[in-house]
């Protein structure tokens, strides 16, 4: 059966899109076949990481809930930043960046059960083993749906105060839909922390397993989101520990 990944945030910045690229491409050089749904429909960039061009998308998530397409239609094949390359296969639903686009979705909304439709669509006309949904950060209604019918949370959160007290609410939330399986993600840690101490102290304050601590990474800043890290640093620190990750949340 395939397995649904809701990836999310309280707050922005908290590097939630690169944790989802990375893990997806991850398990995707695993021989799986992935899709991404970049649902930040708001302030859509996960296919910045894709070096996806907006003018090469005929098709965006957008259209897809306006009626205008197929779900199927908006999934690109972006499995060339797998490497090395494998039998597994990557796909990307990108948000529209136009700025009509946004304005429509934030003054008009749309069918939140059309979203829940497509991710079901997706799974079975793409065969797609996992897929991973990039959530809005904070708290809306299609935020709280696509938590609800996933089958595993990453919540990522930083070492904080402010994250800390929204990831609070995040965890309760959750725990009220009933979500199968809920992990912790810490990022940015700088090295000052002990990364060990951090996760028992992060876990036992939430009462929720911590999937993996990820270091900050001064080669993370400074790829720029001009790519995959994990594919070009592959024995960096914060690959391996992602890798960890996909170990955790698929065993």
Same mark, same amino acid.
């Given at each position: ?9 309280? @707050?922005?910045?908290?590097?939630? !899109? ?36 907006? @003018? ?15 779900? /199927? ?12 390359? #494998? ?8 948000? !529209?960046? @136009? #700025? ?16 829940? /439709?497509?991710?079901?669509?997706? #799974? ?17 209604? /299609? ?75 001064? /080669?993370?800043?400074?790829?720029? !989101? ?26």
């Amino acid at each position: 059966m395939p397995k649904i990944i809701a990836i999310h945030s309280f @707050r922005g910045g908290t590097g939630k !899109s690169n944790t989802t690229a990375n893990l997806a491409c991850l398990l995707a050089q695993k021989g799986q076949r992935v899709g991404i749904v970049d649902t930040d429909i708001q302030s859509p960039g996960i296919h910045v990481l894709f070096n996806l061009d907006p @003018r090469e998308i005929s098709c965006s998530l957008n259209d897809f809930l306006w009626g205008k397409c197929e779900i /199927e239609s908006a999934a690109y094949d972006v499995s060339k930043m797998i490497e090395p390359q #494998t039998d597994g296969k990557l796909f990307l639903i990108p948000s !529209s960046i @136009r #700025t009509g686009d946004i304005a429509r979705v934030l003054h008009y909304g749309y069918d939140i059960n059309l979203l829940k /439709e497509g991710y079901q669509k997706l #799974t079975e006309r793409l065969s797609l083993d996992y897929l991973f949904i990039d959530t809005h950060p904070g708290l809306n209604e /299609e935020t709280l749906m696509s938590i609800a019918i996933a089958d595993i949370l990453l919540i990522i959160l930083r070492p904080d105060q402010q994250d800390y007290q929204g990831t609070a609410v995040t965890v309760e939330v959750s725990r009220q839909l009933e979500v199968p399986g809920m992990f912790l993600i810490v990022n940015k840690v700088p090295d000052v922390f002990a990364h060990e101490e951090l996760a028992v102290k992060v876990a036992s304050t939430y009462q929720c397993e911590v999937a993996g601590v990820l270091p900050h990474a001064d /080669e993370m800043m400074t790829l720029a !989101s001009s790519g995959i890290f994990s594919m070009q640093y592959p024995d960096h620190a914060v690959s391996r520990e992602m890798d960890k990750i996909i170990q955790r949340i698929t065993g």
